[in-house]
């Protein structure tokens, strides 16, 4: 119970912010949700954004741009 550690943290609004203006990144990122299909109709999940979590949240949540620049602000 004596020993010292040491925690390192990030600010995650500063890490997402960090990352969203990293031009590495421009053309990799989807923001908007999508669903793709197979042949028989069966969705296929591959990544976040086209998952069903991501499809109910964009109901959810403000999709303006300048809504989110004042949220990472």
């Given at each position: 119970?004596?020993?010292?550690?040491?925690?390192?943290?990030?600010?995650?609004?500063?890490?997402?912010?960090?990352?969203?203006?990293?031009?590495?990144?421009?053309?990799?990122?989807?923001?908007?949700?999508?669903?793709?299909f197979d042949e028989d109709g069966v969705c296929?999940?591959?990544?976040?954004?086209?998952?069903?979590?991501?499809?109910?949240?964009?109901?959810?949540?403000?999709?303006?741009?300048?809504?989110?620049?004042?949220?990472?602000?």
């Amino acid at each position: 119970m004596s020993d010292i550690h040491k925690v390192f943290f990030c600010d995650p609004r500063l890490v997402i912010y960090e990352i969203l203006t990293n031009p590495d990144f421009k053309d990799g990122m989807d923001f908007v949700p999508y669903h793709i299909f197979d042949e028989d109709g069966v969705c296929i999940y591959e990544h976040l954004m086209g998952s069903n979590w991501a499809w109910e949240q964009a109901v959810h949540f403000p999709t303006s741009l300048s809504y989110w620049l004042n949220v990472l602000a």
